[in-house]
């Protein structure tokens, strides 16, 4: 086998995804393995997409987004399109993850603050043993 190929063991071992997981990539048409009867091997460009897939997943980025990601690939603009778009939807979803922190970071604050009251309460109330 040509070293440029991979077959689905060594991508699942690579990437510790499941043989599912990628069948399912290929099924939306993110992933487009070569065929050998039965046997699907993967490119070098599988194998960048999927590792461009699951970094983008990781970070938030629908599957649609990440379609279109790899759809400017090809552009034949030496990816200038692609970088610019992935830099924009990299600020979109970072703004979102620190607002998704911030929120629970709020979160735990309030629910330590009930904790503390509940602590005293329970304390004031002689039912200190219920809060161990």
């Given at each position: 086998m040509s070293e440029d190929l991979y077959t689905i063991g060594r991508m699942c071992d690579e990437f510790a995804v499941t043989p599912r997981t990628l069948r399912f990539y290929e099924a939306k048409e993110l992933l487009a393995p070569v065929r050998d009867g039965q046997k699907r091997?993967?490119?070098?460009?599988?194998?960048?997409?999927?590792?461009?897939?699951?970094?983008?997943?990781?970070?938030?980025?629908?599957?649609?987004?990440?379609?279109?990601?790899?759809?400017?690939?090809?552009?034949?603009?030496?990816?200038?399109?692609?970088?610019?778009?992935?830099?924009?939807?990299?600020?979109?979803?970072?703004?979102?993850?620190?607002?998704?922190?911030?929120?629970?970071?709020?979160a735990i604050t309030d629910l330590r603050e009930q904790i503390s009251w509940g602590e005293q309460e329970l304390a004031r109330r002689g039912m200190r043993g219920a809060a161990e």
């Open positions: 091997l993967f490119t070098r460009r599988d194998r960048a997409r999927l590792k461009l897939i699951l970094r983008g997943k990781r970070f938030g980025f629908s599957l649609e987004e990440l379609r279109q990601l790899l759809d400017l690939y090809d552009l034949g603009d030496q990816q200038a399109t692609q970088l610019a778009r992935a830099y924009e939807l990299a600020l979109k979803h970072l703004a979102d993850l620190e607002a998704q922190r911030d929120e629970l970071q709020a």
